[in-house]
Each structure stands twice: as structure tokens, then as C-alpha cells.
């Protein structure tokens, strides 16, 4: 792949399509759907064209970030009538695409289908995904007969309510200690067939034939090149103002300064950090964040899953 991963005729039919989203899930696609794509090998390699994606169509189609927070709020988790939910948290279309494939590959009975959904709200944290669909801060503070919380790769006894409810910790409480000294790259692929091994395992523990596999939330890598520059003086104000990808909108000429280049958009009483730009100093050891709006965050895998599709027959 080359920097011109996406000509300007190319880009001009993706914003044309009726939901820009729907174009960007087959581009998505196309770098994250190879089998290796998560290797050690060639994960820089497909971080840094997911982020030059995202510039190049931010900067021919302006209103990208307004269309995609229209579609925030529609998440189908909170529609379920019937079956298991099962909330991987921090689960991207990265790992989406790969759990279309080995599933199915894995399981030729099984009927699996994958699609997409943006996240219920800004910023794409858990706390904020949590409060809307349970009415809690966290999944772990969930008490509801229909819902269980898995904190482990183990699988406890689920719930067997109609419809019920798994929200697991993985992948996302190995993937924010990934690559930081903690992990290799090599190992990223290990956390993906760590939970893909989880889910499997929900699956064969629940008393449903139907699933809805989805996440909270993405997330952004920023591990090799990026095509997002920050100056020396708006490097400093971020690096200065945020620990994390969203913090609470504050005064000063920082945030001003933030704000009115595009690098901060606020989201009500928080500023989110807007498309890769990342708030670390060089050098920085942690790579694997979210909270913040771009296209890896809140564009969430809605995986469907049926392991009786014939009825029996």
C-alpha cells in the first residue's frame, strides 16, 4: 500500500454513497479484513492507513465529524427483544472483521453476519455507554437479573433470561497495557484469540441460539507514522491539558487555541480530541487509547450470530 491509499475519485464515490459510514466500513474492510492484518508485521502498516483514511476523507468531505455525531444514540444493543448481548468492551471493527472470518470458518453450522453501529454517546468511554444503556458508571456496578459481568476469561453461569445480557472486560483491559512495554506487537494477535476464545466460550455457556456481539466502544492506535501534525505550540497545549483522549472544558487561550484549529471539539460539559492527533509527548510508551471522536472509536462491530440457523432441520 502506498500513501495514496485513496484517490480523489475513489474518495468522491465513498461521500456519495447514501450513508458515508457504509463506504467507510468497506474501506475498513479492506485493510483490517486480511487475516494478517493484526500481524506483527503488518499492524503499523494497517494503523497508519486507517488514520490516513480518516484525513484524507476528513479533508474532502468537511462534515464528517457532524455526520457522525447525528448518528450517535442509535446503538442496536438497546433494541434487543430476544437472545444473548454480548458487550465486548473496547471490541473495534479491527477485531470485527477478523471474527466474521474465523467464526465462520471455524463454525460452518453457524450463520454470521457483520455490520456496523456508532456509539451511543461522546466521549466513547464505557462510563458514558454504561449510563445509557443500564443506568450505572460501569458494567461491573450492573444488578440486574438479566445481565452478567465477566471480569476474566472465565465464564461464569449467565443469566438464561430472554434476553440476557454478558458484558465482558475484554479485549479492552489487555489492549491499554498493549504496547507499552507490557506487550510486543506480535501479542496484539494474542488478545485478539485470547477473546475471540471468550466469546466462543460465551456462546457455548448460554442457553440462546441468537447473538448480538457488539462493544462500547473503539479505539485508536498510534503506533508508527501519522499523518495528523501537531505544531510545537498546539503539541504543548495538549499535552499540557489532557491525560486522556476527553477531559472537561476548561478556559484559557490552550483550549482556545485547541478548539480552534480542530483539534478539540466539545461535546456538551467535555472536550474530545477530534480524528489521531494524540495527546502524548514523543517518546510516549502508550499507544492504545479512546475517549476521543475519530472513526475507529465510534464506529462499533455489530456482530449477529445464529448457531442454529436451519431450526434444527
Not at 430472554?162 to 497495557?177: A, I, Q
Not at 473503539?218 to 483522549?245: C, I, M, W
Not at 487561550?253 to 494524540?278: C, F, M, P
Request: proline share 4%; glycine share 8%.
Amino acid at each position: 500500500m502506498s500513501d495514496a491509499f485513496y484517490g480523489s475519485g475513489e474518495l468522491e464515490s465513498l461521500v456519495k454513497e447514501e450513508n458515508v459510514f457504509d463506504g467507510v466500513f468497506e474501506c475498513l474492510r479492506y485493510i483490517w479484513g486480511d487475516p494478517d492484518a493484526m500481524s506483527d508485521r503488518n499492524l503499523a502498516n494497517a494503523e497508519y492507513h486507517t488514520r490516513l483514511l480518516e484525513r484524507q476523507l476528513e479533508r474532502f468531505y468537511p462534515s464528517l465529524y457532524d455526520d457522525l455525531q447525528n448518528q450517535l444514540g442509535n446503538h442496536p444493543v438497546k433494541d434487543l427483544q430476544s437472545g444473548c448481548g454480548v458487550i465486548m468492551d473496547g471490541l473495534s471493527l479491527r477485531e470485527g472483521f477478523q471474527l466474521q472470518r474465523d467464526l465462520s470458518d471455524e463454525h460452518s453450522n453457524w450463520d454470521v453476519s457483520l455490520s456496523w453501529a456508532m456509539i451511543e454517546q461522546l466521549p466513547s468511554d464505557t462510563k458514558f455507554a454504561c449510563q445509557a444503556w443500564f443506568g450505572r458508571n460501569g458494567p461491573s456496578a450492573v444488578n440486574q437479573d438479566n445481565f452478567r459481568f465477566i471480569g476474566s476469561q472465565e465464564v461464569p453461569k449467565l443469566p438464561g433470561t430472554d434476553p440476557e445480557y454478558v458484558w465482558t472486560r475484554f479485549p479492552d483491559e489487555r489492549l491499554e497495557g498493549a504496547l507499552k512495554g507490557n506487550y510486543t506487537m506480535e501479542e496484539i494477535r494474542d488478545i485478539y484469540d485470547d477473546t475471540k476464545t471468550l466469546l466462543t466460550d460465551i456462546i457455548t455457556e448460554s442457553v440462546h441460539e441468537s447473538f448480538l456481539v457488539t462493544s462500547d466502544h473503539g479505539y485508536v492506535n498510534h503506533l508508527g507514522n501519522n499523518p495528523y501534525t501537531l505544531d510545537d505550540d498546539q503539541r504543548e497545549s495538549l499535552a499540557s491539558k489532557f491525560s486522556s483522549r476527553y477531559g472537561e472544558v476548561g478556559n484559557g487561550q490552550a483550549y482556545r487555541l485547541l478548539e480552534n484549529t480542530n483539534v478539540l471539539e466539545r461535546i456538551r460539559d467535555q472536550y474530545v480530541i477530534r480524528g489521531h492527533y494524540s495527546q502524548t509527548k514523543r517518546g510516549a510508551s502508550k499507544k492504545i487509547m479512546h475517549g476521543g471522536m475519530s472513526i475507529p472509536e465510534c464506529m462499533t462491530p455489530v456482530l449477529r450470530i445464529n448457531t442454529n440457523p436451519t431450526g434444527g432441520n
